[in-house]
């Protein structure tokens, strides 16, 4: 695959689950993959093991300093970012008379603030080039709500209009912006959760690997006329 040859993806949460997937496809497509994430000795190893054109950074996504530190070493190990994944995310659940402000403000600031912030860090970048495509993982919970999962769904919803409000806005920089909502995913997210409980038509969870063909092709000029737009990979979960 040559698809993404000569160009440069940072992914955000890239050490392990679904982010760590984005990063092996986007690296075998043939770009140079940035690994950012809080936890270095993961992304470092998984840095280690793609070898050339990877490279482990820190970042804390809710931090405006952390992302430009992110940024800073994406420039200067590979000169430029053409593709941002904002994948970093975290949820919690609680019934809304049991949900403390505390759970809601620390999932809106990883999933909906570190996307504002991850866009706003490389956008100047992106400008001068006239190219990018940033990548923003929503859910199917950013589709439909889901009973306790309050600041996880706002954050999510959050995420989809972030997105076409970009796509709008950077469209004519040549920068294409679109969410993908993946479905059940087994991850450690996800690892207490029944796969069972929701009924899945292609009669499984997801793998992280199932939700990187789309990450990719959003990525590569194969969707060059494509922005402001969800792609949902969830096995016909919400169908
Ligand atoms: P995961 O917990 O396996 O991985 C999340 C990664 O994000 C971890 O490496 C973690 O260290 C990193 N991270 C968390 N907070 C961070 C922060 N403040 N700064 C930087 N990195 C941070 O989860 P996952 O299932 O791989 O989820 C990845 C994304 O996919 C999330 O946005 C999640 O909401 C979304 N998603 C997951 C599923 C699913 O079923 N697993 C479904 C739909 C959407």
């Given at each position: 695959d040559t698809r993404l040859d000569g160009r440069v993806a940072l992914v955000s949460g890239g050490a392990r689950g679904l982010g760590e997937a984005f990063a092996r496809a986007l690296h075998a497509a043939g770009a140079s993959v940035v690994i950012a994430d809080l936890l270095d000795d993961d992304a470092g190893r998984l840095a280690a093991e793609l070898g050339d054109r990877a490279l482990a950074t820190h970042l804390d996504v809710t931090s405006q300093e952390s992302w430009a530190a992110a940024v800073d070493a994406t420039l200067g190990a590979f000169g430029t970012v053409d593709v941002l994944v904002n994948n970093a995310g975290i949820a919690n659940a609680g019934p809304i008379d049991h949900y403390p402000v505390a759970k809601w403000d620390a999932v809106i600031a990883v999933n909906l603030t570190g996307v504002f912030l991850g866009v706003q860090a490389?956008?100047?970048?992106?400008?001068?080039?006239?190219?990018?495509?940033?990548?923003?993982?929503?859910?199917?919970?950013?589709?439909?709500?889901?009973?306790?999962?309050?600041?996880?769904?706002?954050?999510?919803?959050g995420v989809r209009g972030l997105t076409k409000s970009l796509a709008v806005e950077l469209g004519p920089d040549g920068i294409r912006v679109n969410s993908v909502h993946p479905g059940f995913v087994q991850t450690s997210m996800t690892s207490r959760l029944d796969p069972t409980a929701v009924p899945i038509p292609l009669g499984r969870p997801a793998l992280p690997a199932d939700v990187a063909g789309t990450v990719v092709f959003l990525a590569s000029d194969d969707s060059a006329y494509t922005t402001g737009t969800e792609l949902v990979v969830d096995g016909g979960m919400i169908a």
């Open positions: 490389v956008v100047p970048t992106m400008k001068a080039a006239g190219r990018g495509s940033i990548v923003n993982i929503s859910s199917v919970e950013g589709m439909l709500g889901g009973s306790h999962l309050h600041g996880y769904v706002a954050s999510k919803f």
